[in-house]
């Protein structure tokens, strides 16, 4: 069973920053692509940046944080960021990260086997 816990969220200014964290219990995943999803109140789970299993491959949610959010993966620690800049109230939501045995990044949540349990990112405006 893969367990990942994210951390790093919290309370921001808006123009504040943030980086995120998820670490991943199996050194399996490192194989697979890892995806950031975000959820606020009322509204569906919406995928924000993946990366494959290389780390080589990077997509992102365009639309939403083009240019200000940056995710990366270090191996070594089994881990995945999503640094976050040029925050804004709009991005106020609980943030997961997800991973899969797949090689490629996707933008579809039921793509993912396994889900951390979110951490709350909250930018005052």
């Known amino acids: 069973q893969v367990q990942l816990v994210e951390s790093g969220g919290g309370l921001v200014q808006s123009g504040g920053s943030l980086r995120l964290s998820c670490a991943a219990s199996?050194?399996?995943?490192?194989?697979?692509?890892m995806g950031w999803f975000r959820q606020a109140p009322g509204k569906e789970r919406e995928f924000v940046a993946g990366?494959?299993?290389?780390?080589?491959?990077?997509?992102y949610n365009t639309t939403s944080v083009k240019g200000r959010f940056t995710i990366s993966r270090d191996s070594a620690k089994n881990t995945v960021y999503l640094q976050m800049n040029s925050l804004k109230p709009e991005d106020t939501a609980v943030y997961y990260c997800?991973?899969?045995?797949?090689?490629?990044?996707?933008?579809?949540?039921?793509?993912?086997?396994?889900w951390g349990q979110g951490t709350q990112v909250t930018v005052s405006s």
């Open positions: 990366i494959s299993g290389t780390g080589a491959l990077k997509t």
């Open positions: 997800a991973c899969t045995w797949k090689i490629t990044p996707s933008r579809v949540a039921a793509d993912y086997d396994y």
């Open positions: 199996a050194r399996a995943v490192n194989n697979g692509a």
